[in-house]
């Protein structure tokens, strides 16, 4: 299984300022996925990212709003851009192991907005 | 569309009950079955899979059997533990895409 860690574990913001999310997986990764849970909620994807191409976001996020790097097979980061009291939530960055069709999480990083 | 249904929670339970949460999917293939947990503060954790008809997934007590005649995927334990108390999510993927449950809070009482 892959190792997965994100930083910041948790942060606190002021409105309309923006936080990057990084994520660093002990293993090479084709796929990488950033992942949305709000307060007492289920798990919402907002992009896929695979390295070297562009990010495909889900329904509902946008690239201005949550640009995403992937500048190789063991990293990503994730921007929350122009932030609202709505955008606090965890965030979680995934892999998939495709051999095993498996997928795992990194800790999460819980954003508070004020 | 593809999709995963889970009972709603919280489910309050005694230690050393025996525990059910129930799962049904709907899905155009044939996914892989899968049961997270997610212990407060934390990420999610691979609990248990199936990845066939009939497959039984089992750890730390608890097992899930993947039933396609009735598209289920019930988790169950025999007695549970105060250490149990954790958020549980039923997801089934395949290599395109993952779909989550909306997740089951269990509290277990001592």
């Known amino acids: 299984s892959a190792v997965i860690s994100q930083k910041p574990s948790r942060d606190i913001c002021q409105r309309g300022t923006s936080l990057t999310i990084q994520c660093q997986v002990d293993?090479?990764?084709?796929?990488m996925f950033w992942y949305r849970q709000q307060p007492g909620q289920s798990l919402t994807l907002i992009a896929t990212?695979?390295?070297?191409?562009?990010?495909?976001?889900e329904s509902g996020f946008v690239i201005d709003k949550f640009p995403i790097s992937r500048p190789n097979l063991t990293f990503s980061t994730l921007t929350v851009s122009n932030m609202s009291p709505e955008d606090s939530s965890i965030y979680l960055c995934?892999?998939?192991?495709?051999?095993?069709?498996?997928?795992?999480f990194g800790p999460g990083t819980r954003l508070t907005v004020l | 569309g593809d999709s995963v249904t889970q009972m709603e929670g919280p489910v309050t339970l005694s230690e050393e009950a025996f525990l059910t949460i129930n799962c049904t999917y709907t899905?155009?293939?044939?996914?892989?079955l899968f049961w997270y947990v997610q212990y407060p503060g934390e990420g999610l954790q691979l609990l248990l899979k199936?990845?066939?008809?009939?497959d039984k997934g089992s750890n730390k007590g608890f097992e899930a059997t993947y039933r396609k005649e009735t598209t289920s995927f019930h988790l169950e334990k025999g007695s549970v533990q105060v250490s149990d108390s954790a958020v549980y999510f039923c997801?089934?993927?395949?290599?395109?895409?993952?779909?989550f449950g909306s997740g089951t809070k269990l509290n277990v009482k001592p």
């Open positions: 293993s090479q990764v084709t796929m």
């Open positions: 997801a089934q993927g395949n290599f395109n895409k993952f779909y």
């Open positions: 990212a695979n390295q070297g191409s562009e990010a495909t976001y």
């Open positions: 995934s892999v998939r192991d495709g051999q095993n069709n498996e997928q795992f």
């Open positions: 199936a990845t066939k008809a009939d």
């Open positions: 899905a155009t293939g044939y996914p892989s």
